[in-house]
């Protein structure tokens, strides 16, 4: 027993990447997880003097490590539908799993990130980084291990040691991204992350959180309202539509796996951009 105990503690906790045995291993067991199913999903938002009926008949699935991207116009129930899938809100009818178990409330194994800024402004982009870790209770060693491999992948390492202040708004979401996915999700839920950069940043953040979701294997669902974000990023598109939110279409986006942004030049791209844009003015 001692024996293996010392051979544990002996053993490497990063591979020659200098990645956690812990992310390798997950990152193995995480290609065959991250499926959610939405079916028949109904939420009416219901006071004593007042009900609304924000979605109707819900049908989604989301395949494992599939990125699939949310657009409709505003009030549609875009955020209500991701709250849902995160159990941050109820459904009033319907019902939604991950994996085949339902969700009844949030969990580690959906990271969400959202537009506004949510970092511990107290604690630094390594601490913040390590948060969901720590409280698992994964080891001060091991943590470390985690935080160095996500500071690599969102290419902030020089910035382990500055606070949330000291970050401009792209790197902001780029901590944001890499706390969430220090948690090793299934899945990862976003609502408008990029909504509020620039569009140079915007467009550098579609091109990392593509690359991050190639590597790490994550199943994301992805809100916004920006159709050339939504066609550049996904591999299928849900346009939602209002009064109340519904699904109208889903489009198979039909573009090379690479999205180099010389893809938002050919054809197919544009093409689908203007038929989103049609459906989307009805
Ligand atoms: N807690 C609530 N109580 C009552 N109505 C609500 C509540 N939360 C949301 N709603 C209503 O539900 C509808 C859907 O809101 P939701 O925020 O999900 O839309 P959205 O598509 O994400 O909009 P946007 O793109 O502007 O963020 C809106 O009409 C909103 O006013």
Redesign the pocket.
């Known amino acids: 027993m001692e024996a293996a105990k010392r051979t544990a503690e002996a053993a490497p906790l990063q591979d020659k990447a200098g990645r956690s045995v812990r992310a390798v291993e997950t990152d193995k067991a995480s290609a065959q997880r991250g499926e959610i199913a939405i079916s028949g999903l109904s939420k009416v ?1 219901e006071t004593k003097k007042s009900r ?1 009926e ?1 979605l109707r008949g819900i049908d989604l699935n989301v395949r494992t490590n599939e990125f699939v991207t949310i657009v ?1 116009p ?7 539908l991701l709250r849902i899938v995160a159990g941050l809100d109820e459904l009033s009818e319907g019902l939604v799993t991950l994996d085949g178990e339902e969700v009844i409330g949030p969990g580690a194994e959906r990271g969400m990130v959202f537009q506004g800024y949510t970092l511990f402004p107290w604690l630094t982009v390594r601490e913040n980084i390590e948060y969901g870790p720590k409280l698992k209770g994964i080891s001060t060693l091991e943590r470390r291990a985690i935080s160095n491999h996500f500071l690599k992948v969102i290419k902030l390492e020089s910035f382990a040691n500055a606070y949330p202040k000291q970050l401009s708004g792209g790197m902001k979401q780029r901590v944001a991204i890499a706390r969430a996915l220090a948690n090793r999700p299934k899945v990862l839920l976003m609502d408008e992350p990029f909504g509020a950069l620039d569009a140079q940043t915007k467009l550098e953040m579609q091109e990392m959180l593509l690359e991050v979701w190639e590597k790490e294997k994550t199943t994301v669902l992805f809100i916004t ?1 920006d159709i050339d974000e939504a066609v550049f990023l996904s591999q299928r598109v849900v346009v939602m539509g209002a009064g109340p ?1 519904r699904i109208l279409k889903t489009f198979d986006v039909m573009l090379p796996a690479q999205r180099t942004p010389e893809v938002r030049e050919l054809p197919e791209f544009l093409a689908l951009k203007r038929e989103l844009g049609l459906l989307l003015k009805h």
Not at 74 to 80: F, R
């Open positions: 938002y609304f924000a409709g505003s009030g549609c129930g875009k955020s209500t309202h939110g």
